[in-house]
């Protein structure tokens, strides 16, 4: 079990260097930091730029093995550089991704909630009028991309607001820079600034999951163990609750883990819409400004989280599959 | 995909049908297969045919209607150029129904391909093909595809086909890898291989086309996936570059002006989401009209 387990971990290991390296050669190789600084007015010479540029070890005129190298040094010691006009990379993404995690947080969560409930109920009574319903809705949320929900969500909310004469909805940002009042006034605007976000995070997610969790539920609902829960006396609710929702539960967990992974970089259209400055936002931004060694670190992040949510997910399966763990 | 069922051939026994046809009763038996080909036709036809009965093309200004709603001059309004918001959507969704074709064809080509080699053979072409389908799945395929968006200028935008669909390909293939196992200890693989006929050959001939409906199924589905990618990419404007426009770009402009001319944004937006649900209807309907016992499961 522990060969097994270092074996798989040593494969992550290797996965993350070679995709971060790869994603490091091809934006090096791409992308142009010295039309930063040449497209200023007034254009700085050129020996100050070199000097601007290597000293960020992104002068385009040293080959690229040895920018290369000086870079995986760095990152080996934690130390993922600069951006192009000076930034620590480390620190400017630690605080995009906390920004990140306030946004997606609320909205995965919900969003899974939701469709597992919708999925289940849908399940258990098939054909019924809840059933037709909610595959009628969740075929049409799939159809609508995020961009085009979201930019409803804001156009539907400044109609609202204008109609109702108040800031109901806040369409921009994660709060009202200034603000004045206590404690409860800040919370109330936080609030007021996720709720469209979320949504829009919360609908399409609920949707996909209300799909599997029905699928998984008819699945289930004649597997011979929860006709043997029912057979040894519990109610039927309590059978399907306790027996038949929790082995239903496999594939959602598992869409769940990775999707949180996908969004802590993916939620691109999300931030960039409502204004979050998170890691997607800065992932569009950093590839804009040419902005190698952010556009490198931000590829290694996403890596671990792609694999750290599929450790995740085989852990929580092994949490609610029984034969998993004997077997 | 010509063998006969004969349970399903009824009892005129000239003429048994063939499978496609088979499929294709069953198809469009439901609601739902008939409500998504027709969807999807009407798609078709305003993207290729609409061009040809609108007076506008999409690169003509009109310089005395900026921003015009929609009015019998130009039907479906104008954008801040003067360019005909009827003309525009179509030439995008022209563009966007044959990226998402193109992708979802050449992916589920490679999935085939790389997931029966894999199972087929195993051993270090296995390890090999799986290890590669993991480095795609842990690369950020969104960031990967912008910082290569400068290539695709200039009407290159088959490459931006060929490098979104690398990054489409993989759980499919994992999938096909599993069945090809399956699929090798039958009989007539068994049969074919002792008489000498060539792995690939063998493949080819036999493994694939055992899979086809699968294949079918999510070549279908990866259209709707393909064609949201290239959404959210041209988005940003690192998809499909102009000359050429998709109905992500124009989004992009539209959701700006939504808000005081919501027709620059309305149309694209419909458009799209028409696409997409018609997409999923039809891959829906194909995979119950190809495996009636999930049918009867999941309607």
């Keep these: 079990m522990a060969g097994f387990l270092l074996r798989r971990l040593v494969n992550y290991a290797v996965l993350i260097a070679v995709a971060t390296s790869l994603a490091y050669l091809l934006a090096a190789t791409a992308l142009d930091p010295r039309s930063n600084y040449e497209g200023r007015n007034p254009r700085p010479p050129a020996a100050v730029i070199d000097a601007r540029l290597g000293r960020f070890n992104l002068d385009d005129r040293r080959p690229l093995i040895e920018r290369y190298l000086v870079w995986a040094g760095g990152v080996l010691r934690g130390d993922f550089g600069r951006t192009w006009n000076g930034d620590e990379v480390t620190a400017r993404l630690g605080r995009r991704l906390g920004v990140t995690l306030r946004l997606i947080v609320l909205g995965v969560v919900l969003g899974s909630v939701a469709g597992v409930a919708v999925g289940a109920c849908a399940g258990v009574r098939q054909y019924g009028w809840f059933d037709r319903l909610s595959t009628v809705a969740a075929f049409t949320v799939l159809a609508i991309p995020t961009v085009v929900l979201a930019n409803m969500l804001i156009i539907g909310a400044i109609w609202l607001n204008d109609r109702l004469g108040a800031q109901m909805f806040l369409v921009s940002g994660e709060a009202t820079p200034g603000l004045e009042g206590g404690a409860g006034a800040g919370l109330l605007d936080r609030i007021k600034h996720l709720a469209l976000p979320t949504f829009s995070l919360a609908v399409g997610q609920a949707a996909v999951y209300s799909r599997y969790q029905r699928n998984m539920m008819l699945d289930v609902l004649e597997a011979d163990f929860v006709r043997t829960a029912v057979a040894k006396g519990l109610r039927r609710r309590a059978a399907l609750v306790r027996h038949a929702l929790r082995t239903a539960l496999i594939p959602a967990v598992t869409y769940f883990a990775f999707t949180f992974g996908a969004l802590l970089v993916g939620a691109t259209i999300t931030e960039s819409v409502f204004g979050w400055h998170g890691m997607g936002e800065e992932l569009v931004a950093a590839i804009r400004t040419n902005d190698v060694n952010t556009v490198a670190a931000i590829s290694c992040l996403a890596a671990v989280a792609v694999l750290l949510a599929s450790l995740a997910a085989d852990l929580l399966h092994a949490a609610l599959d029984p034969r998993v763990r004997v077997g | ?299």
């Design chain 2, 1 to 299: 995909m010509t063998t006969t069922l004969p349970e399903e051939a009824g009892a005129p026994p000239i003429r048994p049908s063939s499978r496609t046809r088979v499929v294709a009763r069953r198809f469009f038996r439901c609601t739902q297969g008939r409500l998504g080909f027709a969807l999807l036709s009407g798609m078709f036809l305003f993207a290729f045919a609409g061009p040809l009965v609108c007076p506008w093309s999409a690169t003509d200004l009109d310089f005395s209607a900026f921003m015009a709603p929609p009015s019998p001059h130009h039907w479906f309004g104008t954008l801040q150029t003067g360019a005909d918001v009827f003309a525009v959507t179509a030439r995008g969704a022209q563009k966007s129904l044959i990226v998402g074709l193109l992708v979802a064809v050449l992916s589920t080509a490679m999935a085939a391909v790389a997931g029966s080699f894999a199972g087929y053979f195993l051993g270090w072409t296995d390890r090999t093909l799986m290890w590669v389908a993991d480095l795609l799945l842990v690369l950020p395929a969104f960031l990967i595809l912008a910082v290569m968006s400068p290539l695709f200028t200039g009407g290159r935008w088959l490459l931006f086909v060929v490098m979104l669909a690398v990054f489409l390909w993989m759980v499919t293939s994992k999938i096909v890898r599993g069945m090809t196992r399956t699929i090798k200890e039958r009989e007539y693989i068994k049969a074919a291989r002792f008489m000498g006929v060539p792995s690939h050959v063998i493949i080819f001939r036999h493994v694939i086309p055992n899979l086809a409906s699968l294949l079918v199924v999510d070549a279908t589905l990866n259209v709707s996936a393909a064609i949201l990618t290239e959404t959210s990419l041209s988005y940003f404007g690192f998809g499909v570059q102009p000359p050429d426009v998709s109905l992500g770009g124009l989004l992009a402009d539209g959701a700006k002006t939504a808000l005081y001319a919501p027709w620059t944004f309305w149309f694209a937006a419909g458009g799209l989401i028409v696409t997409i649900l018609s997409v999923n209807l039809v891959g829906d309907s194909l995979r119950d009209a190809l495996d009636p016992a999930a049918a009867r499961r999941s309607p």
